[in-house]
């Protein structure tokens, strides 16, 4: 399991992209997890609670946007749709060897972050 | 008050910052570098160790080796005269740039022409991680199974040549070399497959001029 090593990174970043926000906590971080990022979202969410326990954005949660993986016909154009987690060999159109294409995001996309309100200065 | 904050950065990226450094000093030296990820067992070290007879003769080589635990593996490429060495992740199930930086520190690997990175014995983990190389190679020995390149796939839809090793068990098996060819193709069209047998030899002179032609192909780009 290397989920955790890419929870601390995801962290790692997100605190560092919030720094010139001034002081404050992080609310949520969203992430792209494409299916063959060979990453499984429950394990890095599961992780990142460990990660941010504890820490100044330990309710900070992890929002991960799955993104399959498309499986394209380059002789019909046809999107082959397939069971989460299956692969198709051949066009269900035209029985023609089907390609990959994307779903290997790991990508950090946004932090929505509560900064601190600043101090009223007295006159 | 409520900010949103955009970042579109890799989750990986400070990993990948210091692969693009090894791949630079990589390219500067000339060497081909090497990729090797399957999981335990699948014959990495024993390609390597045949390998290593049959070049080393002709190229400079050397072995990073990863592994949770022991000096075995960089053991046996040592016995070969080859300069090895042994990067240990004491529980870490893969390789990453940093430990890789590690290994080629001054003095524990002379400059050469490929450098093997024979990766911790995992098909899932150490697919995320850009050690700097010029090419992922996944092994899949026919014990394993004829299921595999689609119960992986991340690993068999990046890597650019698939090796089906233990060749010489095929008769002994069942194993559908037919359909793990088109699974590896769905995945990754492009692949270079190779049936090999460490053992008898089979197969493996298409390896070794794969091997030597990748090399004179980054010669030429970083000539």
Redesign the interface.
């Given at each position: 399991?290397?989920e955790m090593?890419?929870a601390i990174?995801?962290y790692?970043?997100?605190r560092e992209?919030?720094l010139g926000?001034g002081p404050g906590r992080i609310?949520r971080v969203r992430?792209a997890v494409g299916?063959?990022?060979?990453?499984e979202p429950d394990l890095l969410s599961f992780a990142w609670e460990a990660v941010v326990a504890g820490s100044a954005d330990s309710e900070a949660a992890l929002e991960v946007d799955w993104r399959p993986?498309r499986?394209l016909c380059s002789t019909c154009g046809e999107v082959a749709e397939r069971a989460s987690g299956?692969?198709?060999?051949l066009c269900p159109r035209c029985e023609q060897?089907?390609?990959?294409e994307g779903?290997?995001e790991?990508?950090?996309?946004?932090?929505?972050?509560?900064?601190e309100?600043p101090a009223v200065r007295e006159a | 008050m409520k900010t949103i904050v955009t970042v579109k950065r890799k989750a990986l990226a400070s990993n990948d910052e210091r692969a693009g450094q090894l791949r630079a000093m990589l390219a500067e030296r000339g060497t081909l570098a090497l990729n090797l990820i399957s999981s335990p067992g699948s014959g990495k070290t024993t390609l390597l160790e045949a390998t290593l007879r049959e070049l080393g003769g002709e190229l400079r080589c050397a072995v990073l080796e990863g592994d949770v635990a022991t000096e075995r593996d960089a053991e046996r490429i040592r016995a070969l005269g080859v300069p090895a060495h042994q990067i240990l992740t004491g529980g870490a199930c893969h390789l990453d740039a940093r430990l890789v930086q590690g290994g080629l520190e001054e003095g524990r690997i002379p400059e050469v022409d490929i450098l093997f990175i024979e990766n911790v014995g995992n098909l899932i983990c150490p697919t995320s991680y850009d050690l700097g190389e010029d090419l992922k190679v996944v092994l899949l020995s026919v014990t394993e199974g004829d299921d595999k390149p689609f119960k992986y796939p991340a690993i068999f839809a990046r890597a650019e040549v698939a090796v089906i090793s233990k060749a010489d068990l095929l008769p002994h098996v069942p194993f559908d070399l037919a359909a793990v060819k088109e699974q590896i193709a769905t995945l990754n069209p492009r692949a270079t497959i190779l049936l090999t047998s460490s053992l008898t030899g089979q197969g493996m002179g298409a390896w070794y001029d794969l091997l030597r032609a990748r090399l004179a192909t980054k010669r030429e780009e970083t000539a």
């Amino acid at each position: 399991m290397h989920e955790m090593g890419i929870a601390i990174e995801i962290y790692r970043t997100s605190r560092e992209a919030v720094l010139g926000h001034g002081p404050g906590r992080i609310e949520r971080v969203r992430v792209a997890v494409g299916e063959l990022a060979a990453v499984e979202p429950d394990l890095l969410s599961f992780a990142w609670e460990a990660v941010v326990a504890g820490s100044a954005d330990s309710e900070a949660a992890l929002e991960v946007d799955w993104r399959p993986a498309r499986q394209l016909c380059s002789t019909c154009g046809e999107v082959a749709e397939r069971a989460s987690g299956s692969w198709l060999r051949l066009c269900p159109r035209c029985e023609q060897p089907l390609a990959v294409e994307g779903g290997d995001e790991l990508d950090i996309l946004e932090i929505v972050y509560e900064a601190e309100e600043p101090a009223v200065r007295e006159a | 008050m409520k900010t949103i904050v955009t970042v579109k950065r890799k989750a990986l990226a400070s990993n990948d910052e210091r692969a693009g450094q090894l791949r630079a000093m990589l390219a500067e030296r000339g060497t081909l570098a090497l990729n090797l990820i399957s999981s335990p067992g699948s014959g990495k070290t024993t390609l390597l160790e045949a390998t290593l007879r049959e070049l080393g003769g002709e190229l400079r080589c050397a072995v990073l080796e990863g592994d949770v635990a022991t000096e075995r593996d960089a053991e046996r490429i040592r016995a070969l005269g080859v300069p090895a060495h042994q990067i240990l992740t004491g529980g870490a199930c893969h390789l990453d740039a940093r430990l890789v930086q590690g290994g080629l520190e001054e003095g524990r690997i002379p400059e050469v022409d490929i450098l093997f990175i024979e990766n911790v014995g995992n098909l899932i983990c150490p697919t995320s991680y850009d050690l700097g190389e010029d090419l992922k190679v996944v092994l899949l020995s026919v014990t394993e199974g004829d299921d595999k390149p689609f119960k992986y796939p991340a690993i068999f839809a990046r890597a650019e040549v698939a090796v089906i090793s233990k060749a010489d068990l095929l008769p002994h098996v069942p194993f559908d070399l037919a359909a793990v060819k088109e699974q590896i193709a769905t995945l990754n069209p492009r692949a270079t497959i190779l049936l090999t047998s460490s053992l008898t030899g089979q197969g493996m002179g298409a390896w070794y001029d794969l091997l030597r032609a990748r090399l004179a192909t980054k010669r030429e780009e970083t000539a």
